[in-house]
């Protein structure tokens, strides 16, 4: 089926800024509270959400085979298990709705209360229940820079590395939405020089990871396996994703099991999901994998995408810094064969489900998508334009993420990333 919503000439007949992230070609899907308390999936055009239930109730995706209900939810798993054929009907139908030459919602001032809000009228929630969520730790400079800086710098990259998709899983029960505040954790560290038993309070080295993850639908039964090659038809969209760290609490629990509480405190995600088929447009080739995977992970098609990814820390009450500019392009291993590994021993991954790229890290210093490897352990501290120094974030620092796509023709973004660092309680 065509995707008819991506058409780059198409305009909307609801205003959009040239540097919006929303142009009528994103048409991303989320969920959202409005002022009168009322939950809803819907999309976002410019800055206005657009309520999906109130444009399906009102008979706007006539002949597309919905539920009456489908969107009167508070998480889009059910729409998600639908499959990639309603997910493009249904963006397809919504491009038709907006477009400027289209009068039907255009000249019916009733439907429109009912359907637009303005952006700052409605409050962005989690757009999924989250089940099962994987972390990947895809990017090869970032397993280099860690390896060097947590082990050994002549064998940062373990043996495994050039061959699997190496992930662990994670806890969803604290990934939040982008505006949510995080406490800083408490934690056990690695025991002082001279003392026998490890240290115990808040964390001193707390960080973020410059991620991106992928959304779901139910790819495989337990004890089967997908294909390299239908691994994208189960991948929904994608979101932008903060993997706050905690390094000292990390260093200590780390071996021999891997990330445990030093990870789970808190994960933001940005709350709209964008497409992969609104992503279709900026595809790239693929990074040269040298040993060559094995043939189950093999894939010719273009699997990558160019993404502008960026960081900046704002201070309480101070201007924001830019602190990295990133690319998703530079994943060493794509979300296809991250998938295809996932479902290769026949565990179930469900609608709904959420796997982190793992930190993306460029090959420049500025391009590295942690304070870890950016101050390289607080050796080299970043000054802010306030003239404050970080080694990593201290309290009451926001830390503001941002992805976009950008080509001569269209820009496709995720909006903001954002979190903030609250005092230990
Ligand atoms: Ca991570």
Redesign the pocket.
């Known amino acids: 089926m065509k995707i008819t919503a991506n058409n780059p000439n198409r305009k909307s007949w609801l205003k959009v800024n040239d540097c919006s992230d929303f142009p009528i070609q994103n048409i991303p899907f989320g969920v959202f509270i409005t002022k009168d308390d009322i939950i809803t999936i819907g999309s976002r055009i410019g800055d206005y959400a657009i309520d999906l239930g109130a444009l399906h109730q009102l008979g706007y995706f006539n002949g597309i085979p919905l539920t009456d209900d489908i969107f009167l939810q508070d998480n889009l798993n059910d729409f998600i298990a639908d499959g990639r054929k309603t997910w493009r009907l249904v963006r397809n139908r919504i491009a038709d709705i907006f477009d400027v030459t289209n009068g039907t919602l255009r000249d019916n001032p009733i439907h429109k209360e009912k359907i637009i809000f303005r952006i700052d009228e409605v409050e962005m929630l989690l757009p999924v229940s989250i089940g099962d969520y994987t972390?990947f730790?895809a990017s090869k400079e970032h397993a280099t820079n860690v390896g060097s800086l947590f082990r050994d710098p002549k064998n940062a990259l373990l043996p495994n590395w050039l061959h699997i998709p190496i992930g662990y899983h994670g806890r969803s029960s604290s990934i939040i939405p982008s505006g949510t505040n995080i406490r800083r954790p408490y934690g056990q560290t690695k025991p002082v020089e001279g003392s026998k038993s490890p240290g115990f309070g808040p964390s001193k080295l707390l960080d973020f990871?410059l991620?991106m993850a992928f959304i779901t639908t139910a790819s495989n039964n337990l004890g089967e396996r997908i294909s390299i090659e239908e691994a994208e038809e189960y991948i929904f969209g994608l979101v932008q994703f903060n993997?706050w760290?905690a390094r000292d609490i990390q260093a200590w629990e780390y071996v021999p099991l891997g990330p445990f509480l030093g990870?789970s405190f808190a994960s933001t995600i940005s709350p709209w999901i964008v497409t992969l088929d609104a992503l279709e447009p900026f595809r790239v080739d693929n990074p040269k994998q040298s040993p060559e995977p094995l043939p189950y992970l093999q894939h010719d098609k273009k699997g990558s995408f160019d993404i502008h990814l960026q960081v900046a820390i704002q201070p309480d009450g101070e201007k924001e810094t830019i602190v990295a500019n990133s690319n998703f392009k530079y994943m060493y291993w794509t979300m296809a064969q991250q998938l295809t590994h996932h479902t290769v021993n026949g565990c179930p991954v469900n609608a709904g489900d959420m796997m982190?790229s793992?930190?993306i890290s460029g090959p420049t210093k500025d391009s590295f998508g942690s304070m870890l490897e950016l101050t390289w352990r607080g050796q080299h501290p970043i000054t802010l334009l306030d003239g404050t120094e970080r080694k990593f974030i201290n309290d009451n620092d926001t830390v503001i993420m941002r992805a976009h796509c950008k080509n001569d023709q269209i820009r496709i973004g995720f909006g903001e990333c954002t979190g903030k660092i609250l005092p230990a309680k």
């Open positions: 972390d730790y990871e991620e993997d760290s990870k982190g793992g930190t």
